[in-house]
């Protein structure tokens, strides 16, 4: 059972376009989701969060929208550079549970920004 | 501030071997993760330390894999025998883990295993 979901695993896009890259999730208790940025032959890093109290965040050039009602959330990047071309993960976690702050992936997007 | 270190980078090993990861997080980070990502997946929790002790392990194949973070700084992780099924790129993380909300996990670069 996927409970984090990024139903696109391909994105291209132009050099100086929108790209939006977006995630569902099943579980309701999830309350703090992030997204991560992992380039060939690295480890994941950390890009921009958004708590379920908020709608947006903001971060340059990095936006994520979250509409809990419909356990959905998106990472805009305006705009987008040829640098910007990873596999992005998105992922949550139920922090009102305590220490617990195990996150859960989804399998990523990757994204392609054409110059 | 110095990231995550894992070693070795890349790992090839035959099938019902044994091969241990070793993982140094980031200094003064409480907790501690170890995931395992499959090509095509993203990655999926096997244990978590918080400081020496194990908050879960769930989804850790106890049978062949064991981890250890001894005196809640590095971490070991072990697998023993080797399935072809386990190649995948084994990631740990850190966090700081205890109080605050907003506390992401700072990732490693990877050990790729290899079994064939």
């Known amino acids: 059972d996927q409970q984090v979901k990024q139903n696109s695993p391909s994105l291209s896009v132009q050099e100086g376009r929108i790209s939006i890259l977006n995630c569902d999730y099943t579980?309701?208790?999830?309350?703090?989701f992030l997204w991560y940025k992992k380039y060939p032959a690295e480890g994941p890093t950390f890009l921009i969060s958004?708590?379920?109290?908020?709608d947006k965040n903001e971060d340059g050039r990095f936006t994520v929208f979250l509409n809990k009602s419909a356990k959905h959330l998106s990472l805009h990047i305006v705009p987008s550079q040829p640098g910007d071309s990873a596999v992005y993960f998105c992922?949550?976690?139920?922090?009102?549970?305590?220490?617990?702050?195990?996150?859960?992936f989804g399998k990523g997007t990757l994204l392609t920004v054409n110059p | 501030e110095a990231g995550v270190a894992q070693s070795p980078r890349y790992k090839i090993i035959e099938k019902r071997q044994s091969v241990a990861f070793w993982c140094n997080p980031i200094s003064g980070h409480a907790t501690l993760y170890w995931y395992q990502q499959i090509l095509g997946q993203g990655p999926k929790l096997l244990i978590q330390f918080q400081n020496n002790g194990v908050v879960d392990d769930s989804q850790l194949p106890k049978d062949r894999f064991s981890a250890e973070r001894l005196k809640g700084v590095d971490s070991t992780l072990k697998i023993q025998p080797a399935k072809l099924e386990d190649s995948a790129v084994y990631l740990c993380?850190?966090?700081?883990?205890?109080?605050?909300?907003?506390?992401?996990?700072?990732f490693g670069q990877g050990t790729r295993l290899t079994v064939v």
């Open positions: 993380a850190s966090s700081p883990g205890t109080g605050g909300f907003n506390t992401e996990a700072f």
């Open positions: 992922a949550a976690s139920d922090r009102g549970g305590g220490s617990n702050y195990k996150l859960t």
């Open positions: 958004i708590s379920s109290i908020k």
């Open positions: 579980n309701s208790m999830f309350d703090y």
